[in-house]
């Protein structure tokens, strides 16, 4: 079974600092998903970023990219030029390929320091 | 588009009582999901639904839990003799399966407390 590991529970920044997120997973499959998705206090989650795994570039969206490394399964998210907005629990999710289950990590809850 | 939405928001009952939680997708939204999500938790899958087909169940889900979506759009989760170990946070979500990478959107969730 897959399963995907987050070590940090809890991560600190100063606002606009950078800070990255770590993720790992296991999985003998060549075909699969990785995804952040970000839980504000009360509030419903969303997705921050997506990679295929079959994509060597790292996904890219705004302020948050990706360092994804397949041989070594580790999938991190750097968040530059932090926001207050940005303080939430970090999901990272895996999904094997033609399946509809996410497989979620324990999650990192990121604080903002003004 | 207005959001999956859930409903209740809280819901608190005694343990032994049976608990109904709906979920309304997004309205073009083909496929919907159940999760559980424990304090401090990553959510964890339950089952899974493309149009009124329950395609998939987790062992999560004992024969106390049964989920439906009868006309492809709405879902009720309903949990039978609830016991404490029951208390989470149940969330909803919907996708299109326009792409194998179509992300899931969230609804707010309803919070049990079983007591």
Known sequence: ??????????????????????CTYDTSESDYYLFWYKQPPSRQMI??????????QNATENRFSVNFQKAAK?????????????????????RSGGAQKLVFGQGTRLT??? | DTGVSQDPRHKITKRGQNVTFRC??????????????????GPE?????????????????SDRFSAERPKGSFSTLEIQRTEQGDSAMYLCASSLDLEESSPLHFGNGTRLTVT
């Open chain 1, 1 to 22: 079974a897959q399963t995907v590991t987050q070590s940090q529970p809890e991560m600190s920044v100063q606002e606009a600092e950078t800070v990255t997120l770590s």
């Open chain 1, 74 to 94: 580790s999938f991190s998210l750097k968040i530059s030029d932090s926001q207050l907005g940005d303080a939430a629990m970090y999901f990272c999710a895996y």
């Open chain 1, 47 to 56: 997705l921050v970023i997506r990679q295929e795994a079959y994509k060597q």
């Open chain 1, 112 to 114: 903002i320091n003004p």
């Open chain 2, 45 to 61: 899958f339950l089952t899974y639904f493309q149009n009124e087909a329950q395609l998939e169940k987790s062992r999560l889900l």
């Open chain 2, 24 to 41: 309304d997708p997004i309205s073009e939204h083909n496929r919907l999901y159940w999760y559980r999500q424990t304090l401090g938790q």
